[in-house]
């Protein structure tokens, strides 16, 4: 087995929301330089890369997924010459940086949207979907993510634009060579900067059915439809293949991918976009285990199915909590259980064979917002209120101390703080030994010292039944047993291996501790982690 260390496959990736982590000058709004003031934080955990949610200019419709100028800093966050100086400080400090990269739509205000809006005739007017259609009619039944239609009629040239998410956030149209030699421009830009990965936004959206054909429907209900023709095309895997050229052409970068699947995800189709292991995406995210409520065989039964579908040379990754997505400890939290679910989780998340991705505040056990209508900022949630409060709950100011405004800034927050920061917050958990942000930090530094936590093989053998998970990882001569208890009650473990088995970290027990059997009685919530010393 090779020993070289790739720092996408065999890293810990932490993403950061640039809003929410650090606010430098006191506007209510994290950026750029609050990122580089917390690198020595970021440090000590010890992570070995950044994904940055996107920081593109932006008249943040949807909160900088709207770009209208692809090389260009927003001024919320700061400057170039501030992306520079932390992309330049976080490589000395060994950390890669990985930006999101936005390629199925545009802002509006985007000047190439701008000019295709203005004719029909516009050379750029085939750079974006423009179909013709009455004006109360459009072309075809796709909606939108707010589901409403997907086509905006505009007045001026009397045709429909497709927006499969915002009218402020038009398609672009990747059938279009011009269009596609632009935006790759765009990704050599950030390379050129030495930036050293990509994260892709909604990957499998980028190329439509060429027919634009009506999707079907559920109960005959056009909300309910199945988006069979307005995602998912198998043009897009050529694409992702010319993309994955370009970014072979720098040494060391890498590609990541939102594969957007509604519960309980698609594992089958996400790693398609993997391709043969080595000529689309590097990783592509599964979100199955986000999608399950906490249950060990429902969680075993999703890591076995994405390793089965991981074609042989490719390289899983998992997630637990994303900007999109409840935070971990709200959903697999219960009462007074949350802070022993979310060790038991994140023991999990840092010992599978894959890259693991940290989201922001999971580290402190961060839980979702409690918002109220006026505070909601998410255009989704103020569309679906009360019944789905939108994303912002997952997108709270990082708590940094129990300060005002939990020392995220000195005003008031773009969103609210979290209710929780007596205890949820990092200056009080770094002088805890037993907090769980130092559980964090043990877990990262063993997984750095243990190259079977991060190379190994992956081999259950307790498999979720009676809410047990024990699985070993092995590589060459080193060997390592992981034990999680999902449950409140004490469960009997009985495997017979005998030797030395040494504890290396636990929730529950002393490190250096000896077995000489797996032949033991977990406590509730227990995580284990042993290492196989050798025979009698």
């Known amino acids: 087995m090779k020993d070289e260390f790739i720092w996408w496959k065999h890293g810990v990736i932490y993403q950061i929301y640039p809003r929410s982590f650090f606010d430098s000058n006191d506007d209510g709004i994290g950026d750029l330089q609050g990122i580089i003031r917390k690198l020595d934080y970021l440090d000590e955990l010890g992570i070995n890369a950044i994904w940055l949610s996107p920081i ?5 419709c949807d909160f900088g997924y709207d770009i209208s ?8 966050f700061g400057t170039m010459d501030d992306f520079d ?8 400090k060994g950390m890669k940086i990985i930006m999101d990269l936005v390629l199925n739509h545009t802002s509006d205000l985007h000047p190439w949207f701008l000019a295709s809006k203005e004719s029909i005739h516009n050379p750029k007017r085939d750079w974006y979907i423009w179909k013709d259609g009455k004006k109360d009619t459009p072309p075809n039944n796709w909606i939108c993510i707010l589901g409403n239609s997907a086509w905006k009629w505009d007045e001026t040239t009397c045709q429909y634009y497709l927006h499969s998410f915002l009218e402020q956030q038009p398609d672009l149209n990747w059938r ?3 269009m596609k030699n632009a935006m790759f421009q765009n990704v050599k830009f950030w390379l050129d900067k030495r930036v050293d990965g990509f994260r892709l936004d909604v990957v499998n959206y980028l190329i439509k059915d060429e027919h634009f054909r009506n999707n079907p429907t559920r109960l005959g209900m056009v909300l309910f439809q199945k988006h069979v023709f307005n995602r998912d095309q198998s043009e897009t895997h050529e694409l992702l293949k010319e993309l994955r050229q370009l970014i072979d052409k720098y040494p060391g970068k890498m590609l990541v991918g939102e594969i957007t699947t509604f519960p309980p995800a698609d594992p089958k189709l996400s790693a398609r976009f993997l391709g043969n292991g080595e000529n689309e995406l590097h990783l592509a995210f599964d979100f199955s285990l986000i999608y399950r409520w906490w249950n060990a065989r429902l969680f075993y039964r999703c890591i076995k199915k994405w390793n089965n579908y991981v074609p042989g040379k490719g390289w899983p990754c998992y997630v637990l ?3 999109d997505q409840h935070r ?3 959903k697999y939290g219960s009462g007074k259980d949350v802070d022993k679910r979310t060790r038991v989780a994140a023991t999990l998340l840092l010992t599978l064979r894959g890259t693991p991705f940290i989201y922001y505040g999971e580290e402190i056990g961060m839980t979702n917002l409690k918002i109220s209508r006026k505070e909601i900022c998410d ?7 009360p019944f789905f409060s939108g994303r912002d709950i997952s997108r709270g100011p990082m708590n940094w101390s129990t300060e005002i405004h939990a020392g995220f800034s000195k005003t008031m927050p773009w969103l609210p703080i979290c209710k929780n920061l007596e205890k949820v917050n990092v200056k009080t958990q770094k002088k805890d030994r037993y907090s769980l942000l130092n559980f964090y930090k043990n877990l990262i530094s063993l997984r750095k010292k243990k190259r079977a936590l991060s190379m190994g093989e992956w081999i259950p053998v307790l498999k979720g039944y009676n809410g047990i998970l024990g699985y070993y990882r092995v590589y060459n001569n080193e060997k390592l047993f992981v034990i999680l208890n999902f449950t409140r009650k004490e469960r009997k473990i009985n495997i017979h291996d005998p030797g030395q088995w040494k504890v290396r970290l636990s929730t529950h027990r002393f490190v250096n501790t000896y077995f000489n059997d797996l032949n033991f009685t977990t406590a509730p919530y227990e995580a284990t982690i042993l290492e196989f010393i050798g025979r009698f």
């Open 56 to 60: 593109n200019m932006s008249p943040m």
């Open 379 to 385: 255009p989704v949630g103020k569309k679906y209120w």
């Open 69 to 76: 100028d692809y090389t260009a800093i927003d001024p919320i």
């Open 85 to 92: 100086e932390l992309l330049k400080k976080a490589h000395q």
């Open 176 to 178: 279009n060579s011009e």
């Open 321 to 323: 909590s994303n900007h």
């Open 328 to 330: 971990s400890a709200s």
